[in-house]
């Protein structure tokens, strides 16, 4: 006999996170540190001074993971990775998955939304890799 048990929207999402399913702190630290120097690199200026907030994808990772931002504010993710493709998509929104990113490419989305909790994910690497992030929109 199969059990076979269905997971939707937040419930998948909590079970993919659940403690042991992540990555160390420590870990994602350094992954994003490296990132950031990436971004640095093919950019010359820190994400931190660019006029959106920015969310880069590297090693399989969403950099910070989380986000809070106001309503308006546009986001924009960008791939710093050396050869891997992502993308983002807000599946529990109902969103559309956006395009393949390659290295270098990046997508943007204006956040004129209620405010609440938008968990997305990496359409090629949220089950292999738990890739999964939030935006926070605050009021």
Request: glycine share 6%.
């Amino acid at each position: 006999m199969k059990l076979i048990l269905s997971l939707t929207g937040a419930a998948l999402i909590a079970a993919l996170i659940a403690p042991g399913a992540a990555m160390a702190a420590g870990d994602k630290a350094k992954i994003c540190a490296k990132a950031e120097k990436r971004y640095q690199k093919l950019f010359g200026k820190p994400s931190s001074k660019e006029d959106v907030v920015i969310v880069k994808m590297y090693k399989y990772t969403f950099c910070p993971m989380e986000v809070t931002v106001k309503p308006g504010t546009v986001v924009r993710w960008v791939n710093v990775d050396f050869a891997t493709s992502h993308s983002t998509w807000f599946k529990e929104a109902g969103k559309e998955e956006s395009e393949r990113l390659f290295p270098e490419e990046k997508t943007e989305m204006k956040f004129d939304l209620p405010p609440g909790e938008y968990p997305y994910l990496c359409g090629p690497h949220w089950q292999s890799d738990n890739m999964i992030g939030k935006v926070i929109v605050a009021p």
